[in-house]
């Protein structure tokens, strides 16, 4: 069996010149499963072809336009002809584009409203800089290749030259503000690091954070310290965009970092900022996975064990509660049946649970300490129906940066380039990475953006 894929042109005399795109062979009976329908290889000549055939259809009708000349109304000839090369999502094709010249005036007019430079579609670029933020651009460059029949562009250091390209033009965009004003909106800013390339420099601080509105607007945004992107600006515009006004309601949540603080005083945000609860919560956790690793081969020990098990309960429930004053209460108690535990011996592959604890205790009767001026009451807060922390379960950080740039340990960075891919990471989830680049910072209504459930 064969058939031929055949290009009718329709123009408004009927139809005009048809062209021979490819002819497709299939066995004649269903034998073989494989057999069923097109191959992904014949998808990919046939949408090769036909963007070829349309793309020549177009440059030829562009050809006999005649433009006005935009200085003196003058009619425009045709002056030489140009070799455009485009990439675009359908293969790589090359335009023979004429110049214009004025006949009055003698200048010069291209006709077309992009740059002559231009090399490539905005699909593709929107497509490329999307998949190269969700995946490493090695295997963004490998799916490009499997699923479309680019033919240019895919080798991932181009890949990576795009969407850095994208990411920069991300930075100029102004906030659009939506019609109606949020009546109330949480600012969530935290810290994270992720490995640098650099010879001398370690790692990279990345602050990254959210705004999220009553309604359920979000916008989330990020930026490595000393990399250009100025972080005050994006929430001042990330503020703007989920529409804030002079009488929005604002509340902050931050991990507890004075620099934190302080940037976000400098963008405006006032009021003092809490003490996310997501990441007392994940203090706890640490403590009590501990405590239920405490050995228990003697009955003093299973009876401290017991107690200390309680008294992280009990340590959980007063922050919780607002009462973080007593914790202290707490961390005494169990500090008072540690000695039960002296002489426990270092398991084969990590210190010995009750010198964790010892240690992840101090770290958090530290912590407590210094935050206490922002730790709030979180169950009178929830009660209310009012955020506690971050909405993003797993933290902001965690979801923005981590799973992207930190999951391997040999991922590491340059300042400018995580700062930029960050950019366009943020433009995923917010839906805002559009191919009309001017409209970046649409009002998101969507509370769960579909892209941040997948990820
Ligand atoms: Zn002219």
Not at 211 to 217: D, L, M, Y
Not at 259 to 286: C, E, K
Not at 362 to 369: C, H, I, K, Q, W
């Amino acid at each position: 069996m064969a058939w031929m894929l055949r290009l009718v042109k329709i123009g408004v005399e009927g139809e005009g010149p048809c062209a021979d795109i490819m002819e497709i062979r299939r066995p004649d009976d269903l034998v073989d499963i494989a057999n069923l329908g097109l191959t992904l290889a014949e998808a990919k000549r046939l949408l090769a072809g036909v963007q070829r055939e349309i793309v020549a259809a177009q440059a030829r009708d562009h050809a006999v336009r005649r433009p006005e000349c935009p200085r003196c109304d003058g009619v425009c000839r045709v002056k030489d002809y140009r070799d455009h090369v485009v990439s675009t999502l359908f293969g790589q094709v090359t335009l023979r584009l004429p110049r214009f010249c004025c006949a009055a005036c003698g200048g010069i007019e291209a006709g077309i409203a992009w740059p002559s430079h231009c090399r490539s579609t905005p699909e593709l670029d929107r497509l490329q800089a999307h998949l190269c933020a969700l995946m490493t651009y090695r295997t963004a460059a490998d799916v490009l290749g499997q699923m479309f029949p680019v033919d240019a562009g895919t080798h991932h250091e181009t890949l990576r030259r795009h969407t850095l390209k994208v990411g920069e033009s991300l930075g100029e965009c102004a906030a659009i503000r939506p019609e109606t004003a949020a009546s109330a909106v949480v600012v969530t800013l935290d810290s994270t690091f992720i490995r640098s390339c650099a010879e001398g420099e370690r790692h990279l601080e990345v602050r990254v954070g959210n705004v999220e509105t009553a309604s359920g607007g979000r916008q989330v945004f990020g930026a490595v310290a000393k990399a250009g992107t100025d972080i005050e600006a994006l929430i001042r515009r990330n503020l703007d965009a989920v529409g804030r006004t002079e009488d929005t309601a604002l509340a902050a949540f931050t991990d507890g970092c004075p620099g934190l603080r302080r940037s976000l005083d400098d963008a405006g945000v006032t009021t003092a900022p809490m003490l996310d609860w997501f990441h007392i919560a994940m203090r706890l956790q640490h403590l009590k996975q501990i405590a239920d690793g405490l050995s228990a081969d003697d009955p003093a020990r299973v009876a401290a064990t017991a107690v200390i098990v309680e008294e992280v309960e009990r340590l959980h429930w007063r922050i919780w509660n607002g009462k973080a004053k007593d914790a202290q209460v707490s961390i005494d108690r169990i500090r008072a049946v540690m000695h039960h535990f002296r002489g426990e011996p270092d398991q084969r592959r990590s210190t010995a649970p009750s010198r964790k604890l010892w240690t992840a205790l101090r770290a958090l009767d530290g912590y407590l300490t210094s935050q206490s001026a922002w730790l709030v009451n979180y169950a009178e807060r929830h009660r209310a129906g009012l955020r506690v922390g971050t909405a993003i379960t797993e933290g902001t950080a965690n979801f923005l940066v981590n799973r992207r740039m930190n999951k391997s340990q040999q991922m590491r960075w340059s300042r400018r380039g995580a700062d930029l891919l960050l950019q366009v990471r943020c433009a995923v989830y917010n839906g805002t990475l559009g191919s009309g680049f001017g409209q970046k910072f649409q009002p998101a209504n969507d509370p769960y953006p579909p892209m941040a459930i997948a990820a």
